[in-house]
């Protein structure tokens, strides 16, 4: 039950959802409820107690706007929910009270509630917003009771139904008052504030170190990750001499470079829907196809690769020292897992991981060399130079392509 409620209560947001804008979503959740519950028990003791059938309507009616503004909020038109659910008791208000005056009904209590909930259902940020609604809100009510004062109410009301009226309103106002309470009074508040923060801070670590998809199944519980992907596409890129680069820079330049150098490559892999792997030293490693994000021929790898290479021609430019890759990539199975307690880590294996490390490594400055299996995959879209003969360390001889450009 306490779960259905705080889903409820939550709707409007998510883990993204900055936490300024929780809090609000919340109050605001928790005021439709209530407005709910007591419009709801005042349909109900209008038909059963009072014999008011076209009352009981009235408010079924008002209940149906509030259920659509909950609605609203969870589809995460946050803006028009809340504009709707704050409009929709302010016409109800106005309504009631051009109906029963000069009847004293209690509901002229609620005036404080109506005038309060703009203030608790948005950010400081949104103030134009508290501004528009508490001026429509004040502006019908004022005209209400100032109609109410010269004209006549559209119903006849028994003495009964007055007290109706006024026990319904004091039922709404000790359920906001006692709600109000508990809700700030014991620090839940501040206690999801401080558990949110801490969430978030978590989530973030885990997005900055895990595929999003691996991260979602993290939290979902799951304690050992393994999975083998068919058709993945690897990619290792390496900066040619770095070493004696580094022996003439400083290490605070050879961290701004690789940082600057890396964090393109990042921004081009989640442009071209290829998972960064991770760094190891002055070398990149990327992959595509291990979550449906790719093409089945992995083409956005050669793209993302193409694109590498612009950046480091551009940064050579730009730059006094020349800034140059060799890229190697590889079609085939892998193995991907999660690894590890401490420094959790994300990473593939398996023979095409070797084989495109091997295409890296026996590759040249400036150049693509690609495995025969990538070749026969892009052959029709890209223009490759064969290189046969090439024997790599372990003694094995293989054919390789280097890519020349788009065909």
């Known amino acids: 039950m306490l779960d259905t409620v705080d889903r409820i209560l ?3 947001s998510d883990a993204n959802t900055p936490l300024e804008y929780r809090i609000p979503y919340r109050v605001y959740n928790l005021l439709l409820l209530i407005v709910s519950a007591g419009t709801l028990l005042t349909a109900v003791l209008a038909v059963t107690a009072a014999d008011q059938l076209y009352f009981a309507i009235l408010n079924i009616s008002t209940l149906i706007g509030y259920m659509s503004a909950l609605i609203l909020m969870a589809l995460k038109f946050t803006n028009a929910g809340r504009f709707l659910g704050i409009g929709i008791a302010t016409i109800s208000f106005c309504f009631i009270i051009l109906a029963f005056r000069p009847n004293f009904t209690g509901v002229e209590f609620l005036l404080v509630g109506l005038m309060v909930a703009p203030i608790v259902s948005f950010t400081r940020a949104e103030t134009t917003k508290i501004v528009v609604c508490m001026t429509l809100s004040v502006s019908a009510c004022v005209l209400s009771f100032y109609l109410s004062n010269v004209t006549v109410g559209l119903f006849t009301v028994s003495d009964f139904e007055i007290k109706l009226s006024y026990y319904t309103v004091v039922f709404l106002l000790t ?8 809700y700030f009074n014991f620090g839940y508040v501040r206690n999801f504030l401080a558990l949110e923060t801490e969430r978030r801070k978590t989530e973030e670590v885990l997005a900055n170190a895990l595929p999003d998809l691996i991260a979602q199944r993290l939290k979902k519980g799951e304690t050992t990750i393994a999975d083998s992907h068919a058709e993945a596409v690897v990619l290792f890129a390496d900066i040619v001499g770095f070493s004696k680069l580094a022996l003439k820079m400083s290490p605070r330049y050879i961290v701004d470079l690789l940082n600057l150098l890396f964090t393109r490559f990042d921004r081009l892999a989640e442009k071209h829907g290829v998972e960064k792997i991770k760094t190891i030293g002055d070398c990149y490693m990327a992959a595509g196809g291990l979550f449906g994000r790719v093409t089945s021929d992995g083409s956005e790898v050669v793209e993302l690769a193409l694109d590498m290479v612009e950046v480091c021609d551009e940064m050579a430019r730009s730059t006094d020292y020349p800034v140059q890759l060799r890229i190697g990539i590889a079609t085939g199975q892998v193995i991907s897992g999660v690894i ?4 959790t880590a994300f990473d593939i294996w398996g023979q095409t ?3 495109a490390s091997r295409m890296e490594s026996t590759g040249r400055k400036g150049q693509i060399q690609v495995s025969e299996s990538t070749y026969w995959r ?4 890209y223009i490759f130079e064969k290189r046969e003969g090439l024997v790599l360390k372990e003694g094995e001889e293989v054919t390789a392509f280097f890519l020349v450009g788009r065909a």
Request: net charge positive; glycine share 14%; charged share 25%.
């Open 10 to 12: 939550s709707l409007g």
């Open 175 to 182: 359920i906001f008052v006692t709600l109000g309470v508990a």
């Open 340 to 343: 590890g307690e401490k420094r």
């Open 353 to 355: 991981v070797n084989l």
């Open 378 to 381: 892009l052959k029709e879209r």
